[in-house]
Nanobody, 123 residues
């Protein structure tokens, strides 16, 4: 059974940094494309970043490009999202997801999801 567990969220001020972690179990992580999504209150879940199973291909939403960095450690079965220069607009529940493909940008291509971790950025 595939399980994804996010951690690292919290309440920070604008300009601060956070690192989210996604620990995977029940899966050989190196065979899955991984992604991070977020959902703010009253809004649809949106793509944040994706990384291919080898880590050689990485994609970001325009809104986070240059501030966020996705990475993965297949040996530790963990995916990370380093978030720098956080803004109030980054406030959302952040979800980790796994896709049965090299990589995926559309949330409907992801098969497994974590429960989410709250990130709140105050101004």
């Amino acid at each position: 059974q595939v399980q994804l567990v996010e951690s690292g969220g919290g309440l920070v001020q604008a300009g601060d940094s956070l690192r989210l972690s996604c620990a995977a179990s029940g899966v050989t992580l190196s065979t899955y494309g991984m992604g991070w999504f977020r959902q703010a209150p009253g809004k649809e879940r949106e793509f944040v970043a994706a990384i291919s199973w080898s880590g050689s291909n990485i994609y970001y939403a325009d809104s986070v490009k240059g501030r966020f960095t996705i990475s993965r450690d297949n040996a530790k079965t963990t995916v990370y999202l380093q978030m720098n220069i956080l803004k109030p607009d980054d406030t959302a529940v952040y979800y980790c997801a796994a896709a049965n493909s090299a990589y995926a940008l559309n949330l409907y291509d992801y098969s497994y999801w974590g429960q989410g971790t709250q990130v709140t950025v105050s101004s």
